[in-house]
């Protein structure tokens, strides 16, 4: 099981870390997601850890912005979202999968928690 939190409102420019917690066993052998959905829009990729926390992945439309780490010994995984823009308004979801090695990015995921809203004014 995941949670997410962290989410809220704040203005264009402004920063925001979410955080999400993962009550599972051998965290580190979990491979983790950050997806969103916007209103009327299908969800869709922003980032991704392996449990090795040294590969990531980053949707084109966050990278230079974004930033996702992970903290094994506290079983939680981090996005740093700087520069916010008013498109980035969504529910944001982390996710999770377990894999046999550290090192490997996922192809998807299959444990999800519940969503965390961030609202971005212009």
């Known amino acids: 099981q995941v949670q997410a939190s962290g989410g809220g409102l704040v203005q264009a420019g402004d920063s925001l870390r979410l955080s999400c917690e993962g009550s599972l066993d051998s965290f580190s052998h979990y491979g983790m997601g950050w997806f969103r959905q916007a209103p009327g829009k299908e969800r869709e990729f922003v980032a991704a850890i392996s449990g090795s926390r040294d590969i990531t992945k980053y949707a084109d439309s966050v990278k230079g912005r974004f930033t996702m780490s992970r903290d094994n010994a506290k079983n939680t995984v981090f996005l740093q979202m700087n520069s916010l823009k008013p498109e980035d308004t969504a529910v944001y979801y982390c996710?999770?999968?377990?894999?046999?090695?550290?090192?490997?990015?996922?192809?998807?995921?299959?444990?999800w928690g519940q969503g965390t809203l961030v609202t971005v004014s212009s």
């Open positions: 996710a999770a999968k377990f894999t046999s090695s550290q090192r490997v990015l996922p192809p998807d995921h299959d444990q």
